[in-house]
Structure formats: structure tokens, C-alpha cells
């Protein structure tokens, strides 16, 4: 019942508040738990804060180290999803020598296979309701993350409406 997010992220984005706000990019995730009950699966997350921590469902929270060694991974996470899915993807949640065009790019991230698995198993599986993807700053002499982010978006919709 209700409605949960899955968010594909470097960066969990749990703090209750940073530079005197409560609504900015490193607390998004927290207003969206409060907002859903707690029903926010993060994947592909490699960057935290300590004060986040207290924030953190391990059963809900995919690190990118962990994911690399459970095969398991994407049926997990989609476990923890209720039947009404919104789906948010930061594209730094990619590794950055794949995705260098985001304002924080972290190493080791996930491929787009990765991505692309749970993405489908989620669309498969759950009604998603709405999605986004955030975080690509052009670089005019690498186009290629322009397109990987166009053709992300291009695979989400055919995998909802197939």
C-alpha cells in the first residue's frame, strides 16, 4: 500500500539539513521518507554523511561496493518496493568514468547494465507512477553522457509502456 521511491544515487541525500536549509540536494531523500513512510530504496549510493546514518534502512540501502558481490541485488531491492513506484536517478549513480558530467561525481559506480537490470525488474514488477533524471551538466567536448542520459530516459519509458 502507498507509495515508494527508488532512488539511484552516489550520494544518499539523507541529512536533515545542510548549510541552514532543509531543502536542498543532500536532503532531498530525507522529505522524501518523511513524505512515503520510509519507503525510499537508495541504490548505487557510495558517498554519506555520519549524521546520515540514523536515516539509513539498511534493508532499503544498496551500496555500490555491496552490489557488486550479490548477484542477488535488483530482486532485493525490488522487494522492498510497495506496488506504486517513483523512480528518481542521479545520474552520478553511474561510475564516473562513464558519467563524468555531473556536479559530483564519485569512482566507482554502477555500469549501465547495473541501472538498466533494476530499472527493468522495477518496471516489470511494480506500477511505476512518475520518474526523473537529475544531474547532467553538458560538457560541450564530451557529448556522450548527454546521450547515455537521453537513451536512460529512452529505456525507462519503453520498459513502463512495453
Given at each position: 500500500?502507498?507509495?515508494?521511491?527508488?532512488?539511484?544515487?552516489?550520494?544518499?541525500?539523507?541529512?536533515?539539513?545542510?548549510?541552514?536549509?532543509?531543502?536542498?540536494?543532500?536532503?532531498?531523500?530525507?522529505?522524501?521518507?518523511?513524505?512515503?513512510?520510509?519507503?525510499?530504496?537508495?541504490?548505487?549510493?557510495?558517498?554519506?554523511?555520519?549524521?546520515?546514518?540514523?536515516?539509513?534502512?539498511?534493508?532499503?540501502?544498496?551500496?555500490?561496493?555491496?552490489?557488486?558481490?550479490?548477484?542477488?541485488?535488483?530482486l532485493k531491492a525490488v522487494r522492498q518496493l510497495t506496488g506504486d513506484v517513483y523512480i528518481t536517478v542521479d545520474l552520478d549513480v553511474f561510475d564516473s568514468g562513464l558519467m563524468p558530467s555531473t556536479g559530483t561525481p564519485e569512482p566507482g559506480g554502477l555500469d549501465?547494465?547495473?541501472?538498466?537490470?533494476?530499472?527493468?525488474?522495477?518496471?516489470?514488477?511494480?506500477?511505476?507512477?512518475?520518474?526523473?533524471?537529475?544531474?547532467?551538466?553538458?560538457?560541450?567536448?564530451?557529448?556522450?553522457?548527454?546521450?547515455?542520459?537521453?537513451?536512460?530516459?529512452?529505456?525507462?519509458?519503453?520498459?513502463?509502456?512495453?
Open positions: 500500500p502507498g507509495l515508494s521511491v527508488l532512488h539511484l544515487d552516489a550520494h544518499s541525500d539523507r541529512r536533515d539539513r545542510y548549510e541552514g536549509s532543509r531543502f536542498n540536494h543532500a536532503c532531498v531523500m530525507a522529505r522524501a521518507q518523511e513524505t512515503v513512510d520510509g519507503r525510499v530504496v537508495s541504490a548505487g549510493i557510495r558517498s554519506m554523511d555520519a549524521s546520515e546514518l540514523p536515516a539509513v534502512d539498511p534493508r532499503r540501502m544498496f551500496f555500490a561496493h555491496r552490489i557488486r558481490r550479490d548477484p542477488d541485488w535488483v549501465w547494465y547495473q541501472v538498466t537490470d533494476l530499472l527493468r525488474e522495477t518496471c516489470a514488477r511494480k506500477n511505476v507512477v512518475g520518474l526523473d533524471v537529475v544531474e547532467l551538466c553538458p560538457n560541450k567536448a564530451n557529448r556522450a553522457p548527454d546521450f547515455l542520459a537521453a537513451k536512460l530516459v529512452f529505456k525507462m519509458l519503453s520498459y513502463k509502456f512495453r
